[in-house]
C-alpha cells in the first residue's frame, strides 16, 4: 500500500466537500400541476424520495424567468422564476422543506449569457451604436465594406456563427452582437461595472432567500480580450480571447466575499471545461469556487487505465491545495451512463456524438452500478444527475417534433442533441406519462418511450436488485461510514497477497475498501470479507467479482 493521500477533516459548515449533490432538471424531474413540465410544486411532493436516496443537496437547473430557447440558460429576469416551474414563494417554501429534511439548495446561475427577452437586451436593441446600453453586450461593426461580415472567426460552443447582426432603429442592417451559445443568449460584457453589480445583486437575493449556493454556468467564459482577436493559433495559458483569460479570477473572488459574508456561508461550485488541470485548479484556490465539476473524470471511457490515471490527476491536483475533488459520472448535457458504457466507444465528447452506435445496454448497466461504487467511494463531493439513480438509458429515437434542444438544431439535425438524456422521469409504471403529472396531466413535455415503465420509481423500489435500491445502500453506507467521507485513500495493489490485475482498480479508504473489475476475468475476495455494499448481487452472496461489477469491503487493516 502506498502512502495514503490525507484530506481534511469536514466539519458542518464544511458540508460541501463530501456532499451527494443530486442534480435536479427541473422540466423533468415532476410536474405538479399537470401541464406535462417538470416544475416546484412536483419536486415538493417528491423530497421525501430525495431524502430516501439519501443525498445531501439539490442543484436545481435554471428556473428563472425565461423564454426556454436552451432551457432556461437563456435567462430574461434573474430574479423572477418561470411560471411554468412556479414563484419565488414556492421556491422558498421548498428550499425550507428541503432543509427540514437536511438537504441544502442550490442554484444555476448563468453570468455568460442573458437572454434576449431580457430588458438590458432590448435596450441594447433600440439604442444606437455606442450608447452605454450596448456596453454591456458585445456589440461591433462588421469586418468589409458594407460590414456585412462578422466582426472575428470566433465559433459558437453550440457550432456555427457566433455573432448575428441587428436591424438598427432606422431599418439598415447594423451593428453584430456576440453569442458564444445561439442568438438567443447574448454574451454579457464583464468588463462593464453594470454586469458586476447586477450579478452581485442576484447573488445576495438568492442567498438572502436561503440558497445554500450556485452552480455557475459556463463558468470559464465570462470574460473576453476587449479587442475581440480571432484565436490566434498558439494560445498562452490565460490569454486565449475568451476561455479561462487570466482577469476571470478576480471576479469569482468577489463573489467569494459575498458567499462568506453569510453566517452559514454559501458555496460556489463551478461548471469549468478546461483540459489543463492546473489552470483548473486555479478555481479553487482558496479565495474564488469551492469546488468544480472533474469533466476529465467524466469524459473517461470505461477502461481501468483511463479511469485511474484520471483520478491520479484529479487527486494530485486537489490534494495539496486542500480543495476537494468532485465526481461526476453525467448531467443533463451528456449521454446517460448506462448508454454510454454500453457502446465500444464508452468515452464522452460531444464532437463524437452520432445516431444509432450499436450499444450493449445490459452491459452499460452493469458498469453503471459498478461506477456508482466507484464515485461514491472515491474522496471528495459527488453529482448525480436525475435518473442516474433509476439507470434510465438515453433516449435517441424522440420524434423530431418533440426536439427542442438548441444543440440539435445547430448541428444540422446530424447527431442528436441532449434532449436524450432530458425524458421525463417515471414514478410510477401504471400511470399515465408513467406518473409523470399527476391524474388528468398532460402529456410530459418530451414523450416517454414504451419501455419507460419498467424504469419506474415504484417497480424499482420492490425489487431489491434495482438500481434506484443499489443507489440507497451505497449512499447509506457512505453516510454511515465516517472513513469515506475523511480518511485519505491509497491505491491497493494487491489482495490477500495476490497481485491484483492492472484491469482492476482497488483502493482503500480508512477501514473501506473498493474495487472495480474492469477486466475479463472474475476476482475473489478472501473468503471471511465482510462486504459492505456490492454492485452485483452475486458478489455479495459470493465474494466473487465478476467482470464489470465492483465491491465495497471493511478492510481489516487499518491506513
Ligand atoms: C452549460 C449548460 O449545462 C448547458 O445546458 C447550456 O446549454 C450551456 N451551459 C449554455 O448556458
Known amino acids: ?68 430557447a436552451d432551457g432556461g440558460y437563456d435567462v430574461a429576469d434573474y430574479r423572477r422564476i418561470d411560471p411554468i416551474f412556479g414563484d419565488v414563494d414556492t421556491a422558498q417554501k421548498v428550499i425550507a422543506a428541503a432543509r427540514s429534511r437536511g438537504i441544502r439548495t442550490l442554484i444555476d446561475i448563468v453570468p455568460n449569457h442573458i437572454s434576449r427577452a431580457h430588458p438590458w437586451f432590448e435596450q441594447a436593441l433600440h439604442a444606437q451604436p455606442g450608447d452605454p446600453a450596448r456596453g454591456r453586450f ?24 457566433c455573432w448575428t447582426r441587428v436591424e438598427e432603429a432606422d431599418g439598415t442592417p447594423g451593428q453584430w452582437y456576440l453569442h458564444l451559445f445561439t442568438p438567443d443568449q447574448p454574451d454579457l460584457n464583464w468588463a462593464n461595472p453594470d454586469v458586476h453589480e447586477e450579478f452581485a445583486d442576484i447573488l445576495s437575493f438568492w442567498f438572502d432567500k436561503g440558497v445554500a449556493g450556485v452552480r455557475i454556468d459556463s463558468a470559464a467564459l465570462i470574460v473576453k480580450d476587449p479587442l475581440l482577436p480571432d484565436v490566434p493559433e498558439t494560445v498562452h495559458p490565460g490569454q486565449h480571447p475568451y476561455l479561462d483569460r487570466d482577469g476571470i479570477h478576480e471576479i469569482y473572488r468577489s463573489w467569494r466575499v459575498i458567499a462568506d459574508s453569510y453566517e452559514e456561508p ?62 461526476v459520472l453525467s448531467n443533463h448535457d451528456i449521454t446517460r451512463p448506462v448508454t454510454r458504457y454500453g457502446r465500444e466507444d464508452s468515452s464522452f465528447s460531444f464532437a463524437s456524438k452520432r445516431f444509432n452506435i450499436a450499444c450493449d445496454l445490459e452491459r452499460g448497466t452493469r458498469r453503471s452500478r459498478a461506477a456508482a461504487l466507484l ?74 418511450p414504451s419501455y419507460w415503465s419498467s424504469y419506474a420509481v415504484d417497480r424499482q423500489q420492490e425489487d431489491p436488485d434495482s438500481m434506484l435500491n443499489l443507489y440507497r445502500a451505497v449512499l447509506a453506507v457512505r453516510r454511515a461510514t465516517p472513513a469515506l467521507r475523511e480518511s485519505g485513500f491509497a491505491w ?65 487493516h487499518k491506513e
Open 1 to 68: 500500500m502506498q502512502e495514503p493521500h490525507r484530506l481534511d477533516q469536514t466539519t458542518d459548515e464544511q458540508w460541501w466537500r463530501t456532499a451527494v449533490v443530486y442534480e435536479i432538471y427541473l422540466r423533468s424531474f415532476a410536474d405538479g400541476d399537470g401541464d406535462g413540465v417538470g416544475d416546484l410544486t412536483g419536486v415538493d411532493a417528491h423530497l421525501d424520495y430525495l431524502c430516501e436516496l439519501g443525498v445531501d443537496a439539490i442543484w436545481f437547473s435554471p428556473w428563472y424567468l425565461s423564454p426556454q
Open 492 to 556: 491497493l495493489h494487491e489482495l490477500a497477497g495476490r497481485p491484483l490485475p492492472d484491469s482492476v482498480l482497488a483502493f482503500v479508504r480508512g477501514e473501506v475498501c473498493c474495487l472495480v473489475n474492469l477486466g475479463d476475468t472474475a476476482v475473489s475476495l478472501p473468503a471471511d470479507t465482510q462486504v459492505l455494499v456490492a454492485s452485483d448481487p452475486h458478489a455479495q452472496a459470493t465474494g466473487i467479482i465478476s467482470p464489470d461489477a465492483a465491491v465495497w469491503w471493511r478492510a481489516t
Open 266 to 327: 454559501r458555496i460556489l461550485v463551478g461548471e469549468v471545461w478546461l483540459p489543463d488541470l492546473d489552470r483548473f485548479t486555479a478555481y479553487l484556490d482558496g479565495t474564488q469556487m469551492h469546488t468544480a465539476f472533474n469533466f476529465d473524470f467524466m469524459v473517461q471511457p470505461w477502461e481501468a487505465a483511463a479511469l485511474r490515471s484520471s483520478i491520479e490527476r484529479t487527486l494530485a491536483a486537489h490534494v495539496p491545495i486542500g480543495a476537494p475533488p468532485t465526481w
Open 138 to 161: 458585445f456589440f461591433r461593426s462588421g469586418k468589409g465594406e458594407d460590414g456585412s461580415q462578422p466582426p472575428n472567426t470566433w465559433t459558437s460552443e453550440f457550432q456555427g456563427e
Open 375 to 448: 464515485v461514491a467511494a472515491l474522496p471528495g463531493s459527488l453529482y448525480i444527475y436525475h435518473g442516474d439513480e433509476l439507470g434510465l438509458p438515453e433516449v435517441e429515437d424522440l420524434p423530431e417534433w418533440a426536439i427542442q434542444d438548441p444543440m440539435y438544431v445547430r448541428n444540422g439535425r446530424t447527431a442528436p442533441g441532449r434532449d436524450g438524456c432530458r425524458v421525463p422521469l417515471p414514478w410510477r409504471a401504471q400511470q399515465p406519462g408513467c406518473g409523470f403529472g399527476p391524474p388528468g396531466a398532460q402529456a410530459p413535455w418530451l414523450p416517454q
